[in-house]
């Protein structure tokens, strides 16, 4: 397939875009403050208007799995860093990035995008080399649709189970969940094949939403590309649904 993204710069106020941002948990609390603020400004100046913090809560062999110390520290922070945002206009949530077997031994609820029914949960990268991945998001995805709540999945494309077999993202569909892409995909940020899965996702009418997945000013939570991309390629009316949340199982 021929890669048909392109990068653009600029910003296209006044969108009411959603998107999920990993910032500096993990850090000591000031430094965790200033990071969140700045990485909020930065997805504020492009667009976005609602975000969701959404930390890793890896396995226990990860990275950043989610610790007593770290919970503290993201519990502390958010609201300061919220109340500082929320008088520059933009809204921001609570939220995690679940890893699959993270679920097998904890509440669902704990893990829930603030305002929603849903969870966002992890779809392992193929720089992890899970070999049963596909499987171990099915069995997580199950666990959330059983107490009727909605899984959201993390970068689907960026994943070794979608490269060996794109019929799982059908069948994740198929079972309730939303597909959720990270924009920058689109603009080949994370390889040929990366970009080649996401507009693939989007060809076959896949993809539930599409989020930034910002992680710090080197990785900044933007999405006015990716719109821009996905735009000159459908055509606005098409993707909008795409960036405004409306895919989003809102709690009225």
Do not use: K
């Not at 860093?81 to 995690?96: E, F, N, P, T, Y």
């Not at 959720?180 to 899965?197: F, H, K, R, T, Y």
């Not at 993707?239 to 989003?248: H, K």
């Amino acid at each position: 397939m021929p890669a048909r993204a392109c990068e653009t710069a600029g910003d296209r106020g006044g969108i009411r875009r959603r998107s999920f941002a990993r910032g500096p948990l993990g850090r000591r609390r000031g430094a965790l403050d200033r990071g969140g603020v700045e990485l909020c400004g930065l997805a504020l100046a492009r667009g976005t208007r609602v975000l969701f913090a959404t930390p890793h809560a890896h396995a226990a062999w990860d990275g950043y799995p989610l610790t007593l110390e770290r919970e503290r520290l993201f519990e502390e922070a958010l609201p300061v860093v919220a109340q500082v945002v929320s008088g520059w206009g933009l809204d921001l949530r609570r939220g995690i990035e679940v890893f699959p077997t993270v679920l097998r031994d904890r509440d669902p609820h704990e893990f829930l995008l603030e305002g929603t029914r849903a969870v966002l949960l992890e779809f392992p990268g193929a720089w992890l080399a899970v070999e049963d991945d596909s499987s171990l998001v099915l069995e997580a995805a199950e666990r959330l649709l059983a107490v009727e709540l909605v899984p959201v999945i993390a970068h689907p494309e960026r994943s070794l189970g979608l490269g060996a077999d794109f019929g799982i993202a059908r069948a994740l569909v198929e079972q309730g969940c939303l597909l959720c892409p990270n924009g920058d995909s689109a603009l080949g940020a994370n390889g040929p094949l990366v970009e080649q899965a996401f507009w693939r996702l989007l060809d076959e009418g896949l993809v539930a939403l599409v989020a930034s997945d910002g992680h710090s000013r080197h990785r900044p939570p933007r999405l006015d590309q990716a719109h821009r991309a996905l735009v000159e390629c459908y055509g606005e009316a098409s993707i909008e649904v795409l960036f405004d949340g409306s895919a989003m199982p809102w709690i009225r």
